[in-house]
């Protein structure tokens, strides 16, 4: 599942510490959700396919946030953040309309009633996570956010050391 | 059921040994060692047996439960600990042993959820 990070050393590392613990229960769920998606999908698919379709499209994001997160590199930070944002978009609309129309959602998803045939945890960790990716991009940026004037950084560029174009 | 019963009590005590020793790690503020490696590779020869035991019994006794369901339960808990047991020993700081707690502890919930879909 994961190699040791590239750059163990990099201050804003978000699979360090907390983040540890955060890309388990991320990888937990992605599981979870993916393995359920597919499996009511092939064995029930017919009876209700926008419930299903909707828990294994739910698990693919959450596998995409598991290695973007477990990466952390400046782009997979990017990939985290529209993840995370996805999810909690997700969840919040699922929820929604699981109360207000639950005919429409005949049999539970994983993001159904906010995520509580999962202990709620579809609504809490994408809060968390969007927090955690705010936190260790502040740790790390917090001397260039003032100064504007000058940006030396590519944005489309953000490890020069590999530069030597070709 | 009566057979699975002994043996699922014994993953869910030996998983809980395991996630109550790193919490204990976590509490104390150290990283996972060597030796709660160990404890997860016997709770996981245990998931292991659990797999081989359960197979047979659905190959000869047929019980009227939903076989894939089961099947895909016995195979996702086998993932959780070499992947959790890797990552946390990555780490090394309290988090490890915290991760070590969690994947402990859903392998117990993993286990219930099994017994659910067994006796039903």
Known sequence: ?166 | MPVVAPLTLLVVAAALVLSGWAAWFAVTDRAVVLRQLLGAAVVEALLVVQLVVAAVLIATGSPDIEVWELWGYLVTVLLILPFAAAWAFAERSRWSSVVLVVAALTVVFLEWRLVQIWSR
């Open chain 1, 1 to 166: 599942m994961q190699r040791t990070p590239t750059a163990p050393s990099s201050p804003s590392s978000t699979s360090a510490g907390f983040g540890r613990l955060l890309v388990l229960v991320y990888g937990i769920l992605a599981v979870a959700a993916t393995v359920r998606g597919a499996y009511q999908l092939a064995t029930d698919g017919a009876s209700a396919p926008l419930a299903y379709g909707l828990s294994l499209g739910a698990g693919v994001v959450y596998v995409v946030a598991t290695l973007a997160l477990g990466r952390g590199t400046p782009g997979a930070r990017r990939v985290a953040w529209v993840a995370c944002a996805v999810e909690l978009g997700g969840v919040l609309a699922v929820g929604v309309a699981t109360i207000v129309d639950a005919d429409a959602f005949p049999e539970a998803t994983v993001w159904s009633s906010f995520g509580q045939g999962y202990g709620y945890v579809p609504l809490v960790l994408p809060v968390v996570g969007l927090v955690w990716l705010a936190r260790t991009r502040r740790g790390a940026a917090s001397s260039t956010t003032v100064g504007p004037a000058t940006d030396p950084t590519d944005p489309t560029d953000p490890d020069p050391k590999d530069a030597p174009d070709r």
